[in-house]
């Protein structure tokens, strides 16, 4: 049992540690957002209110409060709290934890939740190893992650415990928990010291810097304090705390949820022709940290799939975006970044040859390695010609508009269309040309065309008989 020392070192401790720390709400009542799992209605809040308790995953981002739900999840139910981060802890650990889990219920009764943040950071096997205890019952699990439980936590274990989605607090909440604090003067800003006055500016611009995360607001408040203290100021105005908070860290992650949603709505933006959405999402990315060769590399995917030949000159212009920012590097380079982006999402579109491809593809699939034709052989030895390979195949050049009804497709095949452009841009120029070249095959079935044979004999008559007219002209 602790003593009369260790409750003056918890108290000790409590008083020194970071605001955020300090003001960790201790009931529903203190808590600010995520009113879709704790409002009148929601799960959390119902779950809490009945005094019993489950496992769940807490997937959200940075100072969304899943720290604060876990602890508040083992006080409601009246359970022993246990943590640690699986970025420092391992099965050892578990086991430990889990021993305890059992003692503590065996001898006093009391049964044990077990909060694991970032549990995202054990790999698949050490996962396992939570299954036969959660199974059981000797533990309740809550875990806090921030990547998306559905790639990062195991299947089993997800079956077993329902995923509770937090999301991003707002520019409001973010105001709100930080007056909490100001006000606070049990635990808040000034429980330590001198009280300055801080201006609403200057609460305004914490938490909107903020990007969301409370931890970060709540820091970004206790360092404007502390650089208004060491100038001697008599409050906290709004350039004092952009001293101290020096601008938004943009929530993004390059191997995580994050970076795929922010890619999808940069491709979904162009895709719309909005070029505002899309150069938008496209600076995001870059004031998070992506590579900007990645965002090109998707650009020119872009120009071939989405805008193809509705406007050929989009695949021109986003390989050249790529070539000009190799050449300039940063921070030029984000003008032809720009420029192509724009260029895109104001091109029109076309997926056609998109669809083609993957229809080309199926088929493929399906019919196997089908022959290729003997008049479209190529016939390099005289034993090939003999097997008639390349045998009457017309040359387009030799006739009228360089085109001439042929078969390219295998005979299995040979009416399968896989190209289909449509009436949108440049793309409306193809459809017409094929459709003009479609019509003119059919002229061709009635009256076929010469060989190439016959074309050539026809050409060196036709040069010898020219030659023959220059001499008699000449004679005469």
């Given at each position: 049992?602790?003593?009369?020392?260790?409750?003056?070192?918890?108290?000790?401790?409590?008083?020194?540690?970071?605001?955020?720390?300090?003001?960790?709400?201790?009931?529903?009542?203190?808590?600010?957002?995520?009113?879709?799992?704790?409002?009148?209605?929601?799960?959390?809040?119902?779950?809490?209110?009945?005094?019993?308790?489950?496992?769940?995953?807490?997937?959200?981002?940075?100072?969304?409060?899943?720290?604060?739900?876990?602890?508040?999840?083992?006080?409601?139910?009246?359970?022993?709290?246990?943590?640690?981060?699986?970025?420092?802890?391992?099965?050892?650990?578990?086991?430990?934890?889990?021993?305890?889990?059992?003692?503590?219920?065996?001898?006093?009764?009391?049964?044990?939740?077990?909060?694991?943040?970032?549990?995202?950071?054990?790999?698949?096997?050490?996962?396992?190893?939570?299954?036969?205890?959660?199974?059981?019952?000797?533990?309740?699990?809550?875990?806090?992650?921030?990547?998306?439980?559905?790639?990062?936590?195991?299947?089993?274990?997800?079956?077993?415990?329902?995923?509770?989605?937090?999301?991003?607090?707002?520019?409001?909440?973010?105001?709100?928990?930080?007056?909490?604090?100001?006000?606070?003067?049990?635990?808040?800003?000034?429980?330590?010291?001198?009280?300055?006055?801080?201006?609403?500016?200057?609460?305004?611009?914490?938490?909107?810097?903020?990007?969301?995360?409370?931890?970060?607001?709540?820091?970004?408040?206790?360092?404007?304090?502390?650089?208004?203290l060491s100038k001697d100021a008599g409050d906290i105005t709004l350039d004092l705390a952009r001293?101290?908070?020096?601008?938004?860290?943009?929530?993004?992650?390059?191997?995580?949820?994050?970076?795929?949603?922010?890619?999808?709505?940069?491709?979904?933006?162009?895709?719309?022709?909005?070029?505002?959405?899309?150069?938008?999402?496209?600076?995001?990315?870059?004031?998070?940290?992506?590579?900007?060769?990645?965002?090109?590399?998707?650009?020119?995917?872009?120009?071939?799939?989405?805008?193809?030949?509705?406007?050929?000159?989009?695949?021109t212009v986003a390989t050249s975006a790529f070539n000009a920012f190799s050449f300039v590097g940063?921070?030029?380079?984000?003008?032809?970044?720009?420029?192509?982006?724009?260029?895109?999402?104001?091109?029109?579109?076309?997926?056609?040859?998109?669809?083609?491809?993957?229809?080309?593809?199926?088929?493929?699939?399906?019919?196997?390695?089908?022959?290729?034709?003997?008049?479209?052989?190529?016939?390099?030895?005289?034993?090939?010609?003999?097997?008639?390979?390349?045998?009457?195949?017309?040359?387009?050049?030799?006739?009228?508009?360089?085109?001439?009804?042929?078969?390219?497709?295998?005979?299995?095949?040979?009416?399968?269309?896989?190209?289909?452009?449509?009436?949108?841009?440049?793309?409306?120029?193809?459809?017409?040309?094929?459709?003009?070249?479609?019509?003119?095959?059919?002229?061709?079935?009635?009256?076929?065309?010469?060989?190439?044979?016959?074309?050539?004999?026809?050409?060196?008559?036709?040069?010898?008989?020219?030659?023959?007219?220059?001499?008699?002209?000449?004679?005469?």
């Amino acid at each position: 049992m602790p003593d009369l020392f260790d409750h003056a070192a918890q108290r000790l401790s409590r008083s020194e540690a970071p605001l955020a720390e300090r003001v960790r709400p201790r009931g529903l009542d203190e808590y600010v957002g995520q009113d879709h799992v704790i409002g009148k209605d929601g799960f959390l809040r119902r779950l809490f209110e009945s005094g019993r308790i489950m496992s769940f995953i807490l997937w959200g981002p940075p100072g969304s409060g899943k720290t604060t739900l876990a602890r508040m999840a083992a006080q409601n139910a009246d359970h022993v709290l246990e943590s640690f981060s699986a970025v420092l802890s391992g099965v050892k650990d578990l086991r430990e934890a889990i021993a305890r889990a059992d003692e503590r219920l065996k001898y006093e009764g009391h049964r044990t939740v077990l909060f694991v943040d970032e549990i995202h950071r054990w790999n698949k096997a050490q996962q396992d190893a939570f299954l036969p205890h959660v199974e059981s019952g000797r533990i309740i699990l809550i875990g806090a992650t921030t990547q998306n439980p559905s790639f990062e936590v195991i299947s089993p274990l997800l079956s077993r415990c329902r995923v509770v989605v937090l999301n991003s607090l707002s520019e409001k909440d973010i105001e709100t928990i930080l007056k909490k604090a100001i006000d606070d003067r049990e635990r808040g800003l000034f429980s330590k010291g001198k009280e300055l006055e801080i201006s609403e500016e200057a609460v305004q611009y914490i938490a909107r810097v903020a990007d969301g995360d409370a931890r970060r607001a709540l820091n970004g408040l206790e360092l404007s304090l502390a650089v208004a203290l060491s100038k001697d100021a008599g409050d906290i105005t709004l350039d004092l705390a952009r001293e101290a908070v020096t601008g938004a860290g943009l929530s993004y992650d390059r191997s995580g949820e994050e970076h795929y949603n922010q890619v999808s709505a940069f491709i979904k933006s162009m895709r719309g022709s909005d070029p505002d959405a899309a150069v938008y999402w496209m600076v995001r990315m870059l004031e998070g940290g992506e590579d900007p060769l990645f965002i090109l590399r998707r650009m020119i995917v872009f120009a071939a799939e989405d805008v193809g030949n509705a406007d050929p000159n989009a695949l021109t212009v986003a390989t050249s975006a790529f070539n000009a920012f190799s050449f300039v590097g940063l921070p030029e380079g984000k003008i032809p970044m720009a420029q192509a982006v724009t260029y895109l999402a104001g091109a029109p579109k076309s997926n056609a040859s998109y669809l083609a491809l993957g229809k080309a593809t199926e088929l493929v699939k399906k019919t196997g390695a089908l022959a290729v034709p003997l008049h479209l052989r190529n016939a390099p030895t005289s034993l090939m010609k003999n097997l008639d390979y390349g045998k009457e195949y017309k040359y387009p050049h030799d006739f009228s508009g360089h085109y001439v009804k042929e078969q390219y497709l295998p005979d299995e095949i040979k009416n399968e269309v896989l190209y289909s452009p449509t009436d949108i841009g440049e793309e409306k120029k193809i459809k017409s040309r094929l459709a003009a070249w479609r019509a003119r095959s059919e002229e061709f079935m009635s009256s076929p065309p010469k060989t190439m044979a016959e074309t050539y004999r026809e050409r060196a008559d036709h040069v010898k008989a020219g030659k023959q007219r220059a001499k008699t002209d000449g004679d005469e």
